[in-house]
């Protein structure tokens, strides 16, 4: 009766999503789809054209490297110009980019699409959080995210199911894999070419006149972005120490092959959407602080389980478990983000979140492989469940007084 009720109080919430709210759900369920396409085939389609791993390692690291050079810039065009241009920016850069990765094989080219691919995506991804604090009021912002993330994991989903169904369906006409595979990929992301045709047409409270130019050093002025910042970059440390090598250590470590950690990856899915959906009822019980530091710190026993666990599938049980628990606590920290500083602030201060949460993810993946080669997976998840736990208690200690102010929304978005 109790879970009745609350999936009623869920389904409520929802329906009083704003027509604005509907269609950026809709923009990023359709780059969700061709997300989980390009993410499963694309480095397949690189092998079968002829290139190595080596070579997608540098085309990886080109595009990150772009990404989070974009992440500032793509902030301030946001709090400067409003989510339309961005977004539209961010679609006809991704647009061109992922057309030069599936239609051309020159390597220099490949890297020059990978960049101008990768600058697009970290604009979609700026834009995505002040643009639903700007479509929602405060009583169903929560859901919201919590929806977004969940419609965001599924949609991807069903691109991957696309992206190992389709190839093996078009054998039957072209034999040539590459062909197969650069059909599919370019067809799996025609779903995101109707957030052209929403992007538009949302429905923005109107802003009057330009906003005055951002400045980093105004964002940097704020208590709460130094604290999110410091904050952030321990919160992304401990699974950035060992969520890259997860697929190498069920392999190495339990003699697994392909298709079991295609399980672990399912299962994973799974858990962080189950995560993203529970994420508001840990908000309703704990508060928002509270349920972060919460989802946070629990999900740090069962990281060290999965390190230690005797069979494979009991590490992927505890991996899942792992999962729902932190992405209990996502949904709740990008509202939380959002809340605490003023609204023609928000999207340069999630460019500097996301900023510095990929500065922490590279360096705590590289040294997460260099603890991995000279300790073993054991040391590794010990560290990384170490860091969890300092993270999930340092964000307790940086926000638990901090009150949280009351920004008007009025000129959110124009």
């Not at 009822?281 to 928002?288: D, E, K, M, Q």
């Amino acid at each position: 009766m109790r879970l009745a009720t609350l999936a009623g109080e869920y389904w409520q919430n929802i329906r009083q999503f704003t027509p604005a709210a509907r269609s950026a759900l809709v923009i990023f369920g359709a780059l969700g789809v061709a997300y989980g396409v390009f993410t499963t085939l694309f480095t397949v389609y690189l092998l079968a054209i002829g290139f190595d791993e080596r070579f997608i390692g540098v085309l990886t690291a080109v595009g990150t490297l772009s990404g989070a050079l974009a992440s500032l810039p793509a902030g301030i065009i946001y709090d400067r110009y409003g989510p339309r241009l961005v977004l539209l920016l961010g679609l006809t850069m991704t647009a061109l980019g992922v057309a030069v990765e599936c239609l051309l094989t020159q390597a220099s080219l490949l890297l020059i699409g990978g960049a101008l691919a990768a600058v697009g995506v970290s604009l979609l991804l700026i834009a995505q959080a002040p643009l639903l604090a700007a479509v929602s009021s405060e009583q169903e912002r929560t859901h919201l995210y919590s929806a977004a993330a969940a419609l965001g994991i599924l949609a991807s989903v069903i691109g991957n199911a696309y992206a190992g169904f389709l190839p093996d369906v078009l054998v039957r006409w072209q034999e040539d894999a590459a062909l197969r595979y650069r059909l599919t990929l370019l067809t799996g992301c025609l779903p995101a070419i109707a957030a052209f045709w929403f992007v538009p047409r949302l429905k923005l409270s109107a802003g009057v006149g330009e906003r005055p130019r951002i400045r980093v050093r105004e964002c940097l002025d704020h208590s709460a972005v130094r604290r999110l910042i410091f904050t952030g970059v321990l919160l992304a440390a401990g699974g950035g120490l060992v969520l890259p090598f997860l697929n190498v250590f069920f392999v190495s470590e339990y003699g697994v092959g392909s298709r079991e950690v295609a399980v672990v990856r399912t299962v994973g899915i799974v858990a962080t959407a189950a995560g993203a959906l529970a994420a508001p009822l840990l908000a309703t019980r704990f508060g928002l602080v509270l349920g972060i530091v919460i989802g946070r710190a629990s999900s740090a026993p069962w990281l060290l389980a999965a390190g230690l666990a005797p069979t494979w599938w009991l590490a992927a049980a505890a991996y899942a478990l792992r999962t729902f628990c932190v992405y209990c606590s996502d949904p709740l920290h990008t509202d939380y983000s959002m809340r605490i500083v003023p609204a023609s602030l928000r999207a340069t201060v999630n460019s500097l979140t996301f900023l510095s949460w990929n500065v922490s993810l590279a360096a705590a993946g590289w040294a997460g492989g260099q603890v991995a080669s000279v300790w073993g997976y054991p040391s590794l998840f010990s560290w990384g469940t170490a860091l969890t736990l300092v993270a999930a208690v340092t964000f307790w200690l940086v926000f638990r007084s901090y009150s949280m102010p009351s920004f008007s929304t009025a000129s959110d978005s124009r």
